[in-house]
């Protein structure tokens, strides 16, 4: 992968622990580009540790942004994400340099490559409706329901996706209109040939590994430490951060509900599971993106 006739924009996609950080660093140092968050943990300031973000060593060798600027108490959803990433986009392009948007949250990259619909905010109790029925049906009989108002969206959303399923309730709920006819009103934020897709897509035997390795890498690294200062805190455990892969079974540890092998087993499994959802999202919704089994790859070609 070469510079020259680069696009303004790149968006380095893929699952958790597949080697994005690494290569987005290569390519802004190749390119002179800086590198912009596409990880929605990533931009909590509170879970460092937990969420692997780049190093302050790698956040020092090329710009970084949008990587840790969101207490954990605070909720960001997919379009406060895009208009911040719009607003640092705008500001790379003024200074002549490529941006690479890099991150596993695949809604942040359809938001850029396909629009975000201009969905009506739905209240906090509105939200908590939502959750409440959730809870009440449990998911089978929950998908049911949205199935009769919103079909689109309960054939798409992935098994245990509990937020994205109440997230469409809630929006219709409210509106008396489906988020997906909501998602059909939309404009691409980046036009089209400004940018280039490309997605990491490692042998799943060595995604999993890369997995366990960095689990317990974070272990040594302070995410025990990470999580006690978080659960200290008594924030809402709906909020995003909280739920953030590791967080709930080392802090069931730290309260000593279960012993810290149970817990690394547990979140292990957490991160597979969410590492084989990842794939399978980009491999249906970004079937033309160039795929590399690792960094090194991408970058040979």
């Not at 089978?140 to 919103?150: E, H, N, Q, S, T």
């Not at 709920?173 to 489906?178: H, L, M």
């Not at 040939?193 to 997995?211: E, H, I, Q």
């Amino acid at each position: 992968m070469t510079a020259g006739g680069a696009p303004a924009v790149w968006l380095v996609g893929g699952p958790t622990a597949g080697g994005k950080s690494a290569l987005a660093l290569d390519l802004a140092a190749r390119t002179g580009g800086e590198i912009v968050n596409a990880d929605s943990m990533q931009v909590y300031a509170d879970l460092r540790v937990m969420t692997a973000r780049p190093s302050p060593e790698d956040e020092a060798t090329v710009p970084h942004h949008l990587f840790g600027i969101v207490d954990a108490g605070e909720a960001w959803s997919v379009g406060r994400w895009l208009r911040a990433a719009t607003t640092v986009l705008t500001e790379i392009a003024d200074r002549g340099r490529p941006a690479i948007i890099v991150g596993g949250t695949g809604l942040y990259f359809r938001a850029l490559t396909h629009g975000l619909a201009e969905v009506p905010p739905v209240n906090e109790a509105g939200r908590r409706a939502a959750q409440a029925e959730y809870d009440r049906l449990r998911e089978g009989p929950f998908r049911d329901r949205l199935a009769a108002v919103d079909p689109f969206a309960a054939d798409r959303i992935e098994v245990g996706d509990r937020q994205r399923l109440t997230r469409a309730w809630e929006v219709y709920a409210a509106t008396g209109r489906s988020l997906s006819d909501w998602q059909a009103d939309t404009t691409p934020t980046l036009p089209a040939g400004a940018w280039r897709g490309l997605v990491l897509d490692p042998p799943r035997d060595d995604l999993y590994a890369r997995c366990d390795a960095r689990l317990q890498a974070m272990v040594g690294n302070g995410a025990l430490e990470e999580v006690a200062r978080l659960a200290a805190r008594g924030l809402d455990p709906i909020l995003p951060a909280m739920k953030a892969l590791g967080v709930a079974p080392f802090a069931a540890h730290l309260r000593g509900e279960i012993d810290l092998d149970d817990a690394v087993a547990q979140a292990a499994q957490d991160t597979r599971h969410y590492a084989k959802r990842q794939t399978t999202w980009f491999r249906n919704q970004t079937p033309d993106w160039p795929r590399f089994p690792n960094a090194a790859s991408a970058m040979a070609s």
